[in-house]
């Protein structure tokens, strides 16, 4: 073929053996209407073709542009990343193409990247943000723009939430703890004032610790603040008592500046609980292994999409696509006392 020419809708109807009609319905919001071997068909036909839909035709014609936005508040954090995986895998299932933007945390790339998503005219959002744009969000809304917020809350806002259950989370990880016997527990995690989930989790463990009559430390600086965290571990490590003691981590970014200080001050794992929220592939290559609690990230992805797709409805069906997620705990020699 060609390679200057454009493969036509008509050409993968022709080579897939399926009709036009056939072909439109694939590429468009009525997919799940085709069997599963005539999709098989079409795919491959339109791959060997090079035929690629154009989608603001699509858009102009009042066929919906089929593309999802992702505001993603630190493309860095591996958690955003793993949920970003299963965004984008629920949105291949359904035809959809997934417009992912970074915001670096910072409130006014919030407010701009809204706008370009906006222009875009994607046809529902996946919202992780640091900030507070909640003026923009409801104007999406109200524009009836289907809006889903991931792992953040903003009150008032009337949009579904998709994320850990972070107060499950926390009442693990200290009973775990707990059961170890470690009795003094350093917190440790990035400022909370513009992450709901952060506030929650920190909350969460103050009220535990003291319903469980544990001593509770909390450290919450910029990890770019590698002296202030470095003594705040050094002083923790350093007070006196009889007590084992251990750090609860807030996320995997927290986790890695946790146990790199902890080697730094010759602190041995297990002898010094350590145990991090988000489970990363190195967890299980330091050391005796550290102890995490995983999050569901690609169940998370997927029920972001699944609340998308299933539009403001609030019958049973569509509530069980909107709740907080369950960890899994994934116990290693970093929370394992010595005999």
């Known amino acids: 073929m060609n390679p200057s020419h454009r493969a036509t809708i008509l050409e993968v109807a022709r080579a897939a053996g399926a009709s036009k009609t056939s072909v439109s319905r694939y590429f468009g919001s009525e997919r799940q209407r085709l069997s599963g071997e005539l999709q098989r068909r079409i795919a491959e036909a339109a791959r060997q073709l090079g035929y690629q839909p154009n989608q603001l035709a699509r858009s102009l014609k009042g066929g919906g542009s089929r593309l999802i936005g992702m505001l993603v508040a630190d493309i860095r954090n591996?958690?955003?990343i793993a949920v970003m995986h299963g965004v984008e895998q629920a949105c291949r299932e359904h035809g959809l193409s997934l417009l992912v933007c970074n915001t670096d945390n910072d409130p006014a790339q919030e407010r701009e990247h809204l706008a370009l998503l906006t222009a875009y005219r994607v046809e529902g959002l996946v919202v992780n943000i640091a900030g507070s744009p909640d003026r923009e969000l409801k104007?999406?809304?109200d524009q009836g723009i289907p809006l889903v917020?991931?792992?953040r809350e903003l009150a008032d806002?009337?949009?579904e939430l998709v994320g850990l259950d972070n107060a499950l989370a926390i009442d693990?990880?200290?009973?775990?703890?707990?059961?170890q016997g470690y009795r003094e527990l350093l917190y440790v995690s990035e400022p909370p004032a513009r992450a709901s989930s952060r506030q929650a989790r920190l909350n969460r463990y103050q009220s535990g610790c003291a319903a469980r009559h544990l001593g509770g430390r909390v450290h919450c600086q910029p990890l770019e603040d590698d002296a202030a965290l470095r003594l705040a571990i050094a002083d923790f490590l350093a007070a006196p008592t009889d007590s084992p003691k251990a750090l609860l981590c807030a996320n995997g970014k927290v986790t890695l500046a946790a146990t790199r200080l902890l080697q730094a001050l010759g602190a041995r794992l297990g002898d010094t609980g350590l145990l991090g929220i988000d489970e990363l592939d190195w967890c299980a290559l330091v050391g005796p292994g550290?102890?995490?609690l995983a999050q569901p990230t690609d169940a998370i992805g997927r029920a972001a999409v699944q609340c998308l797709l299933a539009g403001p409805a609030h019958d049973d069906v569509h509530e069980a696509t909107a709740r907080r997620h369950a960890p899994t705990l994934i116990a290693r020699g970093s929370t394992r006392r010595p005999a």
């Open 157 to 159: 806002l009337g949009a």
């Open 290 to 292: 550290i102890t995490t």
């Open 172 to 179: 693990m990880a200290l009973d775990h703890l707990q059961a």
């Open 139 to 141: 104007r999406l809304i």
């Open 149 to 151: 917020l991931l792992d």
């Open 78 to 80: 591996p958690f955003s």
